[in-house]
């Protein structure tokens, strides 16, 4: 007992977890003695029997009587609420310096240098000298004075994972009425990351942009996108949105799929796990492709029968909901009415009698052959006026819509056109950044917010998701592109909470089957989830060279006469 307390004592005076302690031979013998008496009790939890486990209060018994022993043989008082967090043998003799707590049923982890090893774990930390080692740990602090130890911890920089961009490439091949355009980013790994953008919907320049802010992207880590884009964004800043806006969301996408193949994810774990596992779509363009584009999407429509055979083919395939465009009849022929795309080019941008009629029917017929089951969508894109979309609106009161999908650059109007409107409005397809889309989430402008991910990024998309959460307000992706983006939409889709409904484009070019590895997988109107890393395809780079990209193509080619 005197050894005992002359310990106590120098590790009192010295504030000492008497770590080592050198004494005379015969006090060392008592020392010894007197650590084996502290140590019985402990014995088969420190040998890793850890009896004393799972006894309910007779092991809280046990524990507080072995606490009560060691502090009356050491004169130390330990804070009885140490040690809540336990820890396993294994844990501590990785790191005996560290402030553990308690671990198993001990409150004290001993290391006893002498010839016997009663050190956790089975190694001793004190030298071969006549010394003995004895070191007390717990999560009141008490062990203030360790030896480093030899195994040197992970520092952050040391568990951050890293892959430097080594090249970044645009790529492009022929999609019928218009060219699907990629980013191709490699790494240093040879991992290559792949994104799809769109230069036909009114942004031609994308690729330069890109080609032009690949410098920047160049020999930086590419698990560090959000750093990438803030970069980016900084240097482009005085001409933010637009063309570069989707230049930098091009690069996100590819840096995201980059990241996602180095972890070997799909990229919906990026974006915080997937939600749901299935996503209802709904048929995009329908009809509409096979009459506006007819030598490219079979079989043409060229008459109310054809529109009523496709809702029968929507119903019949299993799809649940399908959404279709304004259109001119003339002498039952049906024509593409887009005057806000300049065709017809009509830049007053009116809405007449025979519009409305026209439209009128061409609900009612694709409504007789869907059946009453399906859900409709109209998308006016901006073919009107807020005078012409509440002509519109009212001339379809009567009728069953999902939602009525409307541009506009002014929220305030968009915010008028919805409190007059009978059926929820949905738009900001074309908007860019968050800044762009707070006004009409304050406005309370529409009822689903769209968000393009390939202009947008998907990594910001989830910001303006978050956004639109918060003001009450669901949203749904614009995907009317090539099989990568619909991927890319699709990962968006399985992690956002507040989803309404995905787009996707059914009807398709009889060669993109050829230029993706994967397609989407699609069962009674839902698209399925793939669980391979990335975005889970990618498009084949000999295929792409088979259909090279054509020369003219997408919006800037509607209503041009030769």
Not at 132 to 159: C, D, E, F, P
Not at 185 to 197: A, Q
Not at 425 to 442: A, D, H, K, N, V
């Amino acid at each position: 007992m005197k050894a005992a307390n002359t310990a106590g004592t120098l590790m009192k005076r010295k504030n000492w977890s008497i770590e080592s302690i050198f004494v005379s031979p015969k006090t060392k013998r008592k020392l010894e003695a007197s650590a084996a008496a502290l140590l019985h009790p402990m014995r088969d939890v420190l040998t890793g029997r850890q009896k004393l486990i799972g006894n309910g209060g007779h092991a809280d018994r046990e524990q507080r009587q072995n606490r009560d022993h060691a502090q009356e043989l050491h004169g130390l008082k330990v804070d009885p609420d140490c040690g809540q967090k336990r820890q396993s043998p294994a844990q501590f003799r990785d790191d005996p310096g560290k402030d553990h707590g308690q671990f198993s049923a001990g409150f004290y982890g001993f290391s006893l240098d002498k010839g016997r090893n009663w050190a956790l774990g089975g190694s001793s930390r004190a030298s071969r000298r006549s010394a003995i080692g004895l070191t007390v740990v717990t999560r009141a602090g008490l062990a203030t004075r360790h030896k480093k130890n030899k195994a040197r911890r992970a520092t952050g920089s040391n568990m951050t994972q890293s892959s430097k961009a080594t090249s970044l490439e645009i790529l492009a091949c022929d999609a019928g009425w218009r060219n699907y355009h990629f980013v191709k980013l490699t790494t240093e790994d040879g991992i290559v990351g792949w994104s799809e953008f769109d230069e036909g919907f009114g942004s031609p320049g994308i690729g330069a942009a890109i080609q032009r802010l690949s410098a920047r992207v160049i020999g930086q880590n590419v698990f560090q996108h959000e750093r990438i884009y803030a970069e980016l964004f900084a240097a482009t800043r005085p001409a933010a949105g637009g063309v570069v806006a989707q230049a930098l969301g091009a690069i996100e996408n590819a840096l995201l799929d980059a990241k996602a193949k180095c972890l070997g994810v799909p990229c919906y774990e990026l974006l915080g796990g997937k939600i749901r596992d299935r996503v209802r779509v709904y048929w995009s363009h329908c009809a509409t492709w096979r009459i506006n584009h007819p030598s490219w999407y079979k079989p043409p429509i060229e008459s109310l029968d054809g529109v009523k055979a496709m809702g029968r083919e929507v119903r019949e395939k299993n799809f649940t909901a399908l959404k279709t465009n304004i259109f001119s009849y003339d002498d039952g022929r049906p024509t593409g009415w887009r005057p806000g795309f300049g065709s017809p080019f009509a830049p007053e941008i009116n809405v007449d009698r025979k519009i409305l009629r026209d439209l009128r029917m061409h609900l009612e017929a694709i409504r007789e052959g869907a059946g009453p089951d399906v859900d409709i969508l109209l998308d006016c894109n901006f073919n009107a006026k807020t005078e012409g979309y509440l002509k519109i609106l009212r001339a379809i009161a009567d009728l069953d819509m999902f939602w009525i999908e409307i541009d506009s650059f002014n929220p305030e109007a968009l915010g008028y056109i919805r409190r007059q409107s009978p059926h929820p409005i949905s738009s900001c397809e074309t908007l860019l950044g968050l800044r762009e889309f707070l006004p009409y989430f304050r406005e309370q402008a529409m009822d689903v917010a769209i968000i393009d991910t390939p202009w947008n990024g998907v990594w910001q998309s989830m910001k303006i998701a978050a956004a639109a959460e918060a003001f009450e307000v669901n949203v749904a992706p614009h995907n009317f592109y090539g099989h990568l983006c619909s991927m890319m939409n699709a990962h968006f889709c399985a992690a956002v909470p507040n989803l309404r409904i995905m787009e996707i484009d059914v009807d398709r070019l009889s060669w993109d089957r050829e230029l993706f590895t994967h397609e989407p997988e699609i069962h009674n109107g839902h698209l399925v989830l793939p669980d391979r890393p990335g975005w889970g395809t990618e498009p084949n780079e000999e295929a792409l060279r088979a259909h090279p990209p054509s020369t003219s193509g997408g919006l800037l080619t509607y209503g041009r006469k030769s």
